[in-house]
């Protein structure tokens, strides 16, 4: 399974763990992430699967795949579920969320800030 911190069409209406989400192109300080596509694995740390083309990840260049998710905004999330996550990543288009990553084998956290804005993410497969 996998989790998308940017607005995608066929999530519209709701986040993981089923909790609805309202989402509005208009700008109508409905929450948007930053357009990156999470995916856990055996042991349930987040890898960066993938950035949204034209989404505020991808813009900014500081963000890898295969990046592993540490903290957001301060908050340690390391293997935490999904579901507690989406309200960190998620808010106001415009704000800023600061998130710490793990690259390759450095033993120090990489530390990114990405403006929430709206994106498309491709469905898998589709």
């Known amino acids: 399974r996998m989790f998308c911190c940017s607005s995608r069409d066929e999530d519209k209406n709701s986040r993981p763990g089923g909790a609805p989400i309202s989402r509005d192109p208009q ?12 995916q856990p694995d055996s042991t349930g740390a987040l890898h960066v699967k993938s950035l949204a ?6 813009k900014c260049g500081q963000v890898s795949i295969g990046d592993v998710l540490h903290e957001i ?11 507690q996550l989406a309200p960190l ?3 106001q288009e ?30 898998p497969g589709g």
């Open 73 to 83: 905004d301060g908050h340690h999330v390391y293997r935490k579920p999904v579901a």
């Open 27 to 38: 700008g109508n300080g409905r929450p948007v992430g930053v357009g990156i596509v999470f």
């Open 94 to 123: 415009g704000t800023v969320v600061r998130l710490g990553v793990q690259r390759g084998n450095l033993q120090r956290l990489v530390y990114v800030e990405l403006r929430r804005g709206w994106s498309m993410v491709q469905a």
């Open 53 to 58: 083309v034209g989404g505020p990840a991808e």
């Open 89 to 91: 990543i998620l808010g």
